[in-house]
C-alpha cells in the first residue's frame, strides 16, 4: 500500500518510475506460483496415478500390494515364492498361489481373483484393472 502511495505522492501525478518495480515483484511471484504447479504435476504423473473414489493414488509398476486382497504379508510370502511382478503373478497357477500361502498358515485366503488383476495390471491397463477391483470385495467377486 505504502508502494502506491508514494507513487502517487507527487504535484505532476503519479510518479511512474518505480511502477516497474511492482510489475516485476507481481511477474515472480506468478512464475514461481506456475513454477511449483508445473513441478507438482510432474510428479504426480510420474509413475502414473489410480483413481478410485475421488482421490488420487500412485501406481508404481509391479507393485502387487494394489491388488485387491492382496497385503504387505502376501506380497512378503509371493516374493518368496518367485513372484515379484504383474506379469509373474498373470502367468501363474492358482493352486500354486494357493499352496504358497498355505505353507504361510494363510489358509483363508483366496488368490482367485488376484490373477485376473495381474493381468490388466501387467498389460497396463488401469481403467479395466479399478473397473475390475470395484467388482471385488478382499479380492474375491461380490456375491
Do not use: C, Y
Not at 511502477?19 to 506468478?30: A, I, K, P, S, Y
Not at 502387487?64 to 513372484?83: D, H, R
Not at 503373478?89 to 505353507?103: G, R, S
Not at 483363508?108 to 471385488?136: H, S, T, Y
Request: aromatic share 8%; hydrophobic share 40%; proline share 3%.
Amino acid at each position: 500500500m505504502n508502494t502506491l502511495r508514494i507513487l502517487a505522492e507527487s504535484s505532476e501525478g503519479p510518479n511512474t518510475e518505480l511502477l516497474w518495480l511492482v510489475f516485476l515483484g507481481v511477474g515472480f511471484f506468478f512464475i514461481v506460483i506456475m513454477l511449483g504447479w508445473w513441478v507438482s504435476s510432474g510428479n504426480q504423473d510420474q509413475h502414473g496415478t489410480k483413481q478410485g473414489s475421488g482421490t488420487s493414488e500412485k501406481i508404481h509398476p509391479n507393485d502387487l500390494i494394489k491388488i485387491e486382497g492382496i497385503g504387505p504379508k502376501v506380497v512378503k510370502i509371493l516374493n518368496q515364492a518367485g513372484i515379484e511382478s504383474f506379469a509373474q503373478l498373470a502367468d501363474a497357477k492358482i493352486d500354486e498361489v494357493q499352496e504358497a500361502l498355505n505353507k504361510a498358515g494363510l489358509q483363508m485366503m483366496n488368490p482367485d481373483g488376484w490373477i485376473d488383476q495381474a493381468k490388466l495390471a501387467a498389460k497396463g491397463d488401469w481403467k479395466n484393472f479399478e473397473k475390475l477391483q470395484r467388482e471385488l470385495k478382499g479380492g474375491r467377486k461380490k456375491n
